[in-house]
């Protein structure tokens, strides 16, 4: 499980990087993925990266402000490619990736969790 105690960076949704100059847009996901990278690399634990993984969401929401769910998953698109950098899982095509369960729920503070779950059989 990954834990980052803030939501996908708004700069990432998909209605807003397409107004972004190239540069600005190109940061936004180098920070993000390079964040997932160094959590990632927290939960390696030695292992090798996983052959057949399902990743799981959940987003837990300060306040009532309403958020749109498939453009949230959507601004982890650099997390998946840090989680990948990072060794954790081989690659994120239909192979070796699927989506699984995405959540969200009002809470006290902002968090994203991250699931990763082996399902090499």
């Known amino acids: ?3 980052l105690f803030h939501l996908p ?3 990432l949704n998909p209605n807003k ?3 972004l100059h190239w540069s600005k847009r190109s940061s936004e996901i180098r920070i ?3 964040e997932m990278y160094y959590e990632a690399l927290g939960c390696k634990n030695g292992r090798g990266p996983i052959k057949k993984a399902r990743i799981h969401y959940k987003f837990i929401i300060a306040g009532k ?3 749109d769910l498939d453009n949230m998953l959507a601004c982890c698109k650099p997390y998946v490619d840090g989680i990948v950098d990072a ?3 081989e690659a994120d095509d239909i192979l070796h ?3 699984g369960s995405v959540k969200a729920e009002y809470g006290k503070d902002n968090e994203t969790i991250i699931i990763i779950e082996d399902i090499t059989g």
Do not use: K, N, S, Y
Request: a positive charge; aromatic letters at 0%.
């Open 1 to 3: 499980m990954i834990r």
């Open 9 to 11: 960076p708004a700069e």
């Open 17 to 19: 990087l397409r107004r």
């Open 32 to 34: 993000a993925r390079q």
């Open 65 to 67: 402000r309403r958020h």
């Open 87 to 89: 060794g954790i899982i």
């Open 97 to 99: 990736l699927e989506i």
